[in-house]
């Protein structure tokens, strides 16, 4: 019974910094990539980060240098480091599993992130 919960989002002013928490519980077998995504209101689902099995890590150009993926296997954790927040990143963070088996993805319900002046 595998479920994935976010934490560490929040109202904050432009320029703070925020580490978001993807708890994961039970175990996901053959895990192939881990991401997180965001939406704000009225746009899209962006994907902000991943990591592929291999470690590697992608980010889109807009949190690029500001944003780090990360993972503990230890503690079934992913993070989101995110630095010098704008007010473009205003929006719900989610988190994702991928895995090679079924049911292949699994998400979060999200976390809130407010960046306002």
């Known amino acids: 019974q595998v479920q994935l919960a976010e934490s560490g989002g929040g109202l904050l002013q432009p320029g703070g910094s925020l580490r978001l928490t993807c708890a994961v519980s039970?175990?996901?077998?053959?895990?192939?990539?881990t991401d997180w995504y965001r939406q704000a209101p009225g746009k899209e689902r962006e994907l902000v980060a991943s990591?592929?099995?291999?470690?590697?890590?992608d980010y889109a150009n807009s949190v690029k240098g500001r944003f780090t993926i990360s993972r503990d296997n230890a503690k079934n954790t992913v993070y989101l480091e995110m630095n010098n927040l704008k007010p473009e990143d205003t929006a719900v963070y989610s988190c994702r599993v991928r895995s090679a088996l079924r049911p292949y993805t699994y998400w979060g319900q999200g976390t809130q992130v407010t960046v306002s002046s």
């Open positions: 039970g175990t996901i077998f053959s895990i192939t990539a």
């Open positions: 990591m592929l099995s291999g470690g590697f890590t």
